[in-house]
């Protein structure tokens, strides 16, 4: 586990204790421990199916880990902390859907709130401070079905945003969207970590958009995790450890290639802008 750096002022929104999971006798996350602060913009970094979902599962409260724990602000998850917002991956929107943006939007302030309902003029002005924060004012009246991916991103993400949480988890925002869109939104979360206090954790498995803006990085391989600044985490020895063989980091044009060794055996995977593909 690499040492975290120092720290920010202020108590950590999220803290992974020591996280283990199991399924039908595999280890999938061996004691997964980092902490997330308030306007910090995390990474959750690794290739397809080494467990960041997984670990979203357990934050979420919707997968129980066999050893560990999570904390929000210090303390357990409960059922009436709307402390997380969560852009699951692959939201998939019919076209023909007759609800506009800023109806999705607005289905973000029911079904977890207790008491007095919102009023109509405070629902509206909460919507309409949600679709300018992402930018989204201009198609706010669009069929959600219509918009483009990037576009959709943006709905699904003040959608999440309109409940005040603390804490916004993202499972492969990025998936599927162009190179301008991928900016787009990555500029947006880090804006609004900053300007709104949020801690934004978002897993993907390029850690190349992210780089501009990480606080943190959260790297995944072989069920561990080390965390800390991009320049502590992303180093050959500390990557070599996690995969288990020799790794080498290169950087090109301001783009970061994980390579394994030859010394990896006789299928050498080959990380590609944070993505494993196998070589022989």
Same mark, same amino acid.
């Not at 008491?115 to 669009?142: K, Y």
């Not at 990025?174 to 500029?187: F, P, Y």
């Not at 500390?238 to 063989?245: A, D, P, Q, R």
């Given at each position: 586990?690499? *040492?975290?750096? @120092?720290?920010?002022?202020?108590?950590?929104?999220?803290?992974?204790?020591?996280?283990?999971?199991?399924?039908?006798?595999?280890?999938?996350?061996?004691?997964?421990?980092?902490?997330?602060?308030?306007? *910090?913009?995390?990474?959750?970094?690794?290739?397809?199916?080494?467990?960041?979902?997984?670990?979203?599962?357990?934050?979420?409260?919707?997968?129980?880990?066999?050893?560990?724990?999570?904390?929000?602000?210090?303390?357990?998850?409960?059922?009436?902390? @709307?402390?997380?917002?969560?852009?699951?991956?692959?939201?998939?929107?019919?076209?023909?859907?007759?609800?506009?943006?800023?109806?999705?939007?607005?289905?973000?302030?029911?079904?977890?709130?207790?008491?007095?309902?919102? @009023?109509?003029?405070?629902?509206?002005?909460?919507?309409?401070?949600?679709?300018?924060?992402?930018?989204?004012?201009?198609?706010?009246?669009?069929?959600?079905?219509?918009?483009?991916?990037?576009?959709?991103?943006?709905?699904?993400?003040?959608?999440?945003?309109?409940?005040?949480?603390?804490?916004?988890?993202?499972?492969?925002?990025?998936?599927?969207?162009?190179?301008?869109?991928?900016?787009?939104?990555?500029?947006?979360?880090?804006?609004?970590?900053?300007?709104?206090?949020?801690?934004?954790?978002?897993?993907?498995?390029?850690?190349?958009?992210?780089?501009?803006?990480?606080?943190?990085?959260?790297?995944?391989?072989?069920?561990?995790?080390? @965390?800390?600044?991009?320049?502590?985490?992303?180093?050959? *020895?500390?990557?070599?450890?996690?995969?288990?063989?020799?790794?080498?980091?290169?950087?090109?044009?301001?783009?970061?290639?994980?390579?394994?060794?030859?010394?990896?055996?006789?299928?050498?995977?080959?990380?590609?802008?944070?993505?494993?593909?196998?070589?022989?």
């Amino acid at each position: 586990m690499v *040492e975290e750096p @120092s720290k920010p002022p202020g108590e950590p929104i999220l803290e992974v204790e020591g996280v283990g999971v199991w399924f039908s006798g595999r280890e999938i996350l061996h004691d997964v421990t980092f902490s997330i602060r308030p306007g *910090e913009f995390t990474g959750l970094i690794g290739s397809n199916g080494v467990g960041k979902t997984t670990l979203f599962r357990v934050i979420l409260g919707m997968e129980a880990p066999n050893s560990g724990k999570v904390l929000f602000g210090g303390k357990g998850r409960s059922r009436r902390n @709307s402390v997380i917002g969560y852009v699951p991956q692959k939201v998939l929107l019919d076209p023909d859907m007759p609800l506009r943006a800023r109806d999705v939007v607005a289905l973000g302030l029911d079904g977890h709130r207790l008491g007095m309902p919102v @009023s109509s003029r405070r629902r509206r002005g909460l919507v309409d401070e949600m679709l300018e924060a992402v930018d989204a004012t201009s198609f706010g009246d669009t069929r959600v079905g219509r918009l483009s991916g990037g576009e959709q991103q943006r709905v699904l993400i003040a959608h999440a945003l309109i409940g005040r949480p603390r804490l916004l988890l993202l499972d492969e925002p990025l998936a599927n969207l162009d190179i301008r869109s991928e900016q787009e939104v990555v500029s947006l979360l880090a804006r609004i970590a900053t300007e709104q206090q949020i801690a934004v954790f978002i897993s993907a498995h390029d850690m190349n958009p992210l780089l501009a803006f990480m606080d943190r990085i959260v790297y995944v391989a072989s069920g561990r995790v080390a @965390s800390g600044s991009t320049d502590d985490v992303v180093r050959p *020895e500390v990557l070599s450890k996690l995969y288990g063989h020799h790794v080498d980091v290169l950087r090109v044009h301001e783009r970061i290639i994980v390579v394994a060794g030859a010394s990896a055996g006789p299928e050498v995977p080959i990380v590609l802008h944070g993505d494993v593909v196998s070589m022989t």
